[in-house]
């Protein structure tokens, strides 16, 4: 009886040990669909945060119609900054959706680079206060337009490492579908780099541009297919 028992243990052993994953090996789903909760959570929290840096100074109940409307405009600046914060992280996640609906794995580098745009989402909400605070300062709109680049630099990066040779990918993918959000990101990173060195010039210039390309990007492929992904 004791020895089929030590045979089966070392069956056993050797099973286990057969069977070990390697830190840098891939992985396969569902494991993988956890990175895309985690992911989706970090941006609620990112656009979620946003407005909480919208709220009047305290204020007197005495004072008349027309200052609370004056106390109301004087917010313009944080109310504009987070339409354009909301726009580029509704941006961010639909690009972020559309690059992970083609993984069919994910492995070691893929997560930490996935990290480590989300620490670039979720800095979002600190770099838009320091914009609607201090609109004027030339490094509040550099900081902010530096954030912006981060993600999409990032996201290239991420996109680029998981289509190269089809690593992450179908062999099956067309090149069409590859190309795509190389093209996106790349006109991306064209315009915010401009904006950065804008906004050491003239930072209300430099916002501008990012709320007009960030707003045009998401017009413009409602009426020219060709701007959608296949």
């Given at each position: ?25 891939v992985i396969q789903a569902p494991l993988e669909k956890r990175l895309e909760t ?50 580029v992280l509704a941006r961010a996640w639909e690009l972020h959706r559309y690059i ?131």
């Open positions: 009886m004791g020895r089929p028992m030590r045979r089966h243990s070392k069956g056993l052993t050797r099973e286990k040990s057969s069977s070990k994953i390697k830190l840098f090996d985690l992911s989706d959570g970090v941006f609620a929290v990112a656009m979620t945060l946003l407005i909480l840096d919208i709220k009047l100074p305290p204020i007197s109940n005495d004072i008349s119609s027309t200052e609370y409307g004056s106390a109301i405009w004087a917010l313009w600046p944080k109310v504009g900054v987070f339409f354009l914060s909301f726009i992970f609906s083609f993984l069919i794995r994910h492995d070691h580098i893929l997560i930490y680079l996935n990290m480590a745009y989300l620490m670039a989402i979720i800095f979002v909400p600190f770099s838009t206060s320091l914009v609607g605070e201090h609109p004027k300062f030339e490094i509040s709109a550099a900081i902010y337009a530096a954030n912006m680049l981060a993600i999409a630099g990032l996201k290239f990066i991420m996109w680029s490492y998981a289509t190269h040779e089809r690593r992450l990918v179908s062999n099956e993918l067309s090149s069409t579908v590859v190309e795509w959000p190389k093209k996106r990101l790349g006109v991306s990173i064209v315009v915010i780099s401009v904006a950065i060195f804008i906004a050491l010039i003239h930072p209300q210039a430099s916002i501008l541009l990012l709320l007009s390309y960030q707003s045009l990007m998401i017009i413009v492929p409602l009426f020219h297919r060709s701007l959608q992904p296949e």
